[in-house]
């Protein structure tokens, strides 16, 4: 059972957080507060698993009563502001919920609580820039009234659809969609993924095998490579060529 501490404000938004935690069975409601100091005095007395903390309330704001604590618990953030996103990805943070949220959403976001438990210990924040945390290679994706933190080196490729692009993540059966441009995630990009066509850019880490006319990623992905994208294509692909 993972202990949770409830906090928000606002006594609505705090009713429906402590239903939501009654019905996602490893979950266990510890105590639930309706500011931030009084979150603060339960802890001095008592531990959690995991914190969900609205961020902005009075006196003192979710984000930086996280960043008080000398070694936090597991963090998910509940908030009607999504520009506070990628502050609260900065101390590590477990995920990001945008209100009004859904009990699905809120699940998401519990499972990943659970895979965090299980996959590593809780690491302290530590108030070090992006550069020191390696957010340089970190992109923030909206994507359904979510904001998902995805490591450059997990995608795949990513697959341009009018105004959409779709996110190939490595060990995600389904993409991340969001409303971008292809032109606009390139810019964003390191510089080991390169545009093959139109419709795609591709990690050249992930590549398998190419051909004439493609790239094949894996068993099930063949993609085709633009004749207007061959030559730069070729001349990334020279810089680690070998053989005749």
Not at 10 to 27: C, G, H, N
């Amino acid at each position: 059972m993972i202990r949770c501490l409830a906090i928000d404000d606002e006594p609505l938004a705090l009713q429906q957080l402590v239903a939501y935690i009654s019905k996602v069975p490893f979950l266990g409601l510890a105590a639930q507060c309706q500011s931030a100091l009084e979150a603060r005095a339960f802890l001095e007395h008592d531990t959690v698993d995991a914190i969900f903390c609205d961020i902005n309330m009075p006196d003192l704001n979710g984000m930086e009563f996280v960043k008080s604590l000398a070694v936090p618990p597991l963090i998910v953030f509940t908030t009607a502001y999504s520009e506070y996103a990628i502050e609260g990805f900065k101390v590590n943070a477990v995920d990001y919920l945008l209100k009004p949220f859904s009990l699905q959403e809120f699940q998401r976001a519990a499972n990943r609580l659970k895979e965090r438990l299980v996959a590593r210990p809780i690491e302290p924040y530590t108030s070090t820039p992006f550069e020191e945390e390696g957010l340089e290679d970190v992109l923030f994706l909206k994507s359904d009234r979510r904001i998902i933190k995805v490591n450059t080196s997990d995608i795949r490729y990513i697959e341009g659809m009018s105004e959409y692009i779709k996110v190939w993540v490595d060990n995600q059966p389904k993409p991340i969609i969001t409303l971008l441009s292809m032109t606009k995630v390139e810019e964003k990009l390191p510089k080991y993924f390169v545009r093959i066509h139109r419709s795609y850019i591709i990690n050249l880490n992930k590549i398998q095998e190419v051909n004439k006319n493609g790239v094949i990623v894996d068993a099930k992905t063949y993609l085709p490579i633009g004749d207007m994208y061959k030559e730069s294509f070729q001349t990334r692909l020279g810089e680690r060529l070998l053989g005749n």
